[in-house]
Nanobody
Framework: VQLQAFGGGLVQPGGSLRLSCSAS????????IGWFRQAPGKEREGVAS????????YYADSVKGRFTISKDNAKLMVYLQINNLKPEDTAVYYC???????????????????????WGRGTQVTVSS
């Protein structure tokens, strides 16, 4: 499985940004793709994830209402729309994935970030005036 995140940049507080994740190489029918971020000096944090089969989503409490995850199955792309950006959103953003032959494994594991075992390179998001 290969993943690549892109679309980061420098944004002013209050602005918006859409990150994209291209994915390929899945060998199981069911998979989940999640977005994670890591700020300098902090642990990696899971922010949102989505199931490939039915589009079910999971959000961390810290981003609910400002972050929206979506997918385009035909293009194998996952997007993270971030609105009302804040300086504390500054981080490297990664997309990651896991897959399974069982749909329930994926659906039950959406919010369990230990399940994600495929990782792509990150994209830097900097929120500053």
């Amino acid at each position: 499985v290969q993943l690549q995140a892109f679309g980061g940049g420098l944004v002013q507080p209050g602005g918006s940004l859409r990150l994209s994740c291209s994915a390929s190489g899945f060998t199981r029918d069911y998979f989940a793709i999640g977005w994670f971020r890591q700020a300098p000096g902090k642990e990696r944090e899971g922010v949102a994830s989505i199931s490939s089969s039915d589009g079910r989503t999971y959000y961390a409490d810290s981003v609910k209402g400002r972050f929206t995850i979506s997918k385009d199955n035909a293009k194998l792309m996952v997007y993270l729309q971030i609105n009302n950006l804040k300086p504390e959103d500054t981080a490297v953003y990664y997309c990651a994935a896991f897959q399974s032959v069982l749909q329930n494994i994926v659906l039950n594991g959406l919010g369990n970030y230990r399940m994600y075992d495929y990782w792509g390179r990150g994209t830097q998001v900097t929120v500053s005036s």
